[in-house]
């Protein structure tokens, strides 16, 4: 999970623990702690904030994507509108969930990228 907010970060890991089927395997407070973090991790799903600083959601997922396109990148924001859910999902993310909708559609949104898990 990546988010620059600590408290929303906190949040994020409550809900995916709260999912029997998924496991933490590590957190970042920016798009370039990310791709660090992704080299040695090689996690399968990363909840990817939108908006950060040193490197933006969008630009940290198309490095994740360009080293393993396996990798599935959900998105989340606050600026949930349908000029940037097509923006990003043009450009090769798995998904984009509004963060005020994280509790109620994360786990579906898991269920439509692994089907059957």
């Known amino acids: ?16 623990g ?15 702690e990310a791709l660090e973090k992704f080299e040695s991790l090689r996690p399968r799903l990363i909840l990817m904030d939108f908006q950060m600083p040193e ?5 940290a ?13 959900i998105i989340i924001t606050i600026h949930d509108n349908q000029l940037l859910r097509h923006m990003v999902l043009s ?4 998904g984009i969930l509004s963060k005020a909708q994280l509790p109620d559609d994360l786990s579906k949104e898991v269920e439509r990228l692994f089907p059957g898990r």
């Not at 999970?1 to 995916?16: G, H, I, P, Q």
């Open 91 to 94: 450009q090769g993310v798995d």
């Open 18 to 32: 709260a999912l029997p089927h998924l496991r933490l395997v590590g957190t970042a407070a920016n798009g370039q």
């Open 55 to 59: 490197m933006n959601g969008l630009q």
């Open 1 to 16: 999970m990546v988010d620059d907010s600590s408290a929303m970060l906190n949040e994020m890991c409550r809900y995916v």
């Open 61 to 73: 997922t198309l490095k994740i994507k360009s080293v393993d396109e396996e990798a599935k990148v």
